[in-house]
């Protein structure tokens, strides 16, 4: 078998990948980067009314969500695409979708089909709301699940109205919880020696997502609001101007506090009973603020960095993402990770950040063309040429 990467953590394992977007391509992306063999399936040209959703085949989205893996085009709604996806399966770890949760169904694909023809198969399954439910069969789209989920309630500055989030934080919630799902089911597989159904959606990887401030609201009955750049609940942590731009001030406990005031001059500032403790500071915000907005403004944010890391005080600059891959440290971590594709050339794409001793993450190949490994795949369960020719001229394929 020809395969696409060098990891070798998941290199026993071949994934069957029907998904489009983000959340599902992000899942198998995962397992593709530490060595599954992922096979792309998607619908000949022109069959699929959303045909690049993601933009341009050879754009960087599609670059970046889909390397390392294989294409193989397959028309679903043919009784022979059906057929060859079919015999996939019983060679398939796991079957990663994520239609409408009626499609699968319609199409007899879901769990309790997959398992007649391999009872070691998993089945993951991605919705935007759930596979059952009210909401089942509504379109799902992360800014969506954004507004529902309860993240664009708490972005922004108060009285400014709701704020999305700058980047698609519910599709890849779900999209990380789902390899994490089959990553736990694989684990299992290996004491019972069977697959089973797994399912989240970009609705609860949202609402898991908020973490802390949901569950201000579960224990305590509190509504989290907006808070702008500040933290909901320390003070002073947030954004602060310079005398050049902007930094980000992280003073969490009573000793990070003390050495603030260390680090700005003003020693005195450690006995003001106002500031006195965290709930001090967090109950006098605005006028803790007050102190130190003039003070930071009176040195560049480099000088300020500086400053603030010689005295143990947390901080960092605020970059533009440019900026960000300059970074020394961001260029030491290697995340802007090199990968050579036909059409574009020497690229980057967004690395793994996680990182294993034996077996890391590795991107050789680049994104696939549509159907790319389609007649090399198609070989490998038992087709001849011909066979293949046939159903290319039908176009299962």
């Not at 009626?102 to 935007?128: F, M, Q, T």
């Not at 684990?187 to 201000?216: N, Y």
Request: proline share 6%.
């Amino acid at each position: 078998m020809s395969r696409p990467t060098t990891s070798d953590a998941l290199k026993h394992i071949r994934v069957l990948d029907l998904t489009r977007v983000r959340a599902g391509p992000t899942c198998c992306r995962v397992l593709a980067d530490f060595g599954a063999d992922v096979i792309k399936i998607e619908a000949p040209p022109g069959v699929d009314p959303n045909e690049g959703i993601n933009g341009p085949r050879h754009g960087y989205d599609m670059l970046n969500l889909h390397r390392n893996k294989r294409s193989l085009t397959l028309n679903l709604k043919m009784p022979e695409g059906l057929e060859i996806f079919r015999e996939l399966v019983k060679g398939a770890d796991a079957v990663v979708e994520n239609f409408r949760p009626d499609v699968k169904a319609r199409l007899d694909i879901d769990y309790e089909a997959l398992e007649k023809l391999n009872p070691r198969i998993i089945l993951a399954s991605i919705s935007g709301f759930g596979q059952d439910g009210p909401y089942r069969r509504r379109a799902g789209f992360d800014q969506i699940a954004q507004g529902m989920g309860g993240l664009m309630s708490v972005t922004g500055h108060p009285g400014e109205g709701p704020i999305r989030a700058g980047t698609a934080v519910a599709d890849s919630t779900a999209g990380l919880y789902a390899a994490t799902g089959i990553l736990i089911a694989l684990a299992e597989r290996e004491r019972s020696g069977r697959g089973q159904w797994l399912h989240t959606s970009l609705l609860q990887a949202q609402i898991a997502l908020l973490d802390f401030q949901a569950a201000r609201y579960l224990v305590d009955g509190d509504v989290p609001q907006q808070a702008g750049n500040d933290h909901p609940y320390s003070t002073p942590m947030g954004v602060v101007a310079t005398k050049d731009g902007h930094i980000n001030l992280g003073v969490g406990g009573d000793g990070q506090w003390r050495s603030l005031c260390d680090a700005i001059g003003r020693p005195d500032l450690k006995g003001a009973a106002e500031f006195a403790t965290a709930d001090d500071r967090y109950e006098n915000r605005a006028a803790c603020w007050a102190v130190l907005k003039p003070i930071f403004a009176e040195k560049t944010s480099a000088q300020w960095i500086d400053i603030l890391e010689d005295n143990g005080v947390p901080a960092g600059p605020i970059y533009d993402v440019g900026e960000m891959f300059d970074d020394p440290q961001v260029r030491h971590l290697g995340i802007a990770a090199p990968v050579h594709h036909h059409a574009r050339g020497n690229v980057r794409v967004v690395g793994q950040p996680l990182v294993l001793s034996r077996t890391p993450a590795s991107i050789d190949t680049a994104a696939p063309d549509a159907g790319e490994h389609t007649e090399t795949i198609l070989k490998e369960i038992g087709l001849d040429d011909g066979r293949i020719a046939e159903l290319r001229s039908k176009g299962a394929v």
